[in-house]
Nanobody, 116 residues
Framework: QVQLVESGGGLVQAGGSLRLSCAAS????????MGWYRQAPGKQRELVAR???????NYGDSVKGRFTISRDNAKNTVYLQMNSLKPEDTAVYYC??????????WGQGTQVTVSS
């Protein structure tokens, strides 16, 4: 069973930066897209950023211009560089690897807390 292992979360002051990483426990073939989602208390999980196998990216409106997603296909790893963090970015962040529409993997989540 493949596991996605996230790292890089933590506590940071507003205006600061964090870099999240998510790596697969073993090689996965045919990953179509990698992404990051987040869920704040009392809110639904939402898309933060997504990157396809071809390198096309899309971002949630609230993070555009501040967050950057990238991937290393050889390492089956996806990154999320988060700059100019705001308290409203506080959430549990989850990575997601999509093989097909009904076959994907999720990480266990990493907490990001931004203090004001």
């Amino acid at each position: 069973q493949v596991q996605l292992v996230e790292s890089g979360g933590g506590l940071v002051q507003a205006g600061g930066s964090l870099r999240l990483s998510c790596a697969a426990s073993r090689s996965i073939l045919g990953i179509n897209a990698m992404g990051w989602y987040r869920q704040a208390p009392g809110k639904q999980r939402e898309l933060v950023a997504r990157i396809t196998s071809g390198g096309t990216t899309n971002y949630g409106d609230s993070v555009k211009g501040r967050f950057t997603i990238s991937r290393d296909n050889a390492k089956n790893t996806v990154y999320l560089q988060m700059n100019s963090l705001k308290p409203e970015d506080t959430a549990v962040y989850y990575c997601n690897f999509v093989i097909t529409w009904n076959n994907d993997y999720w990480g266990q989540g990493t907490q990001v807390t931004v203090s004001s």
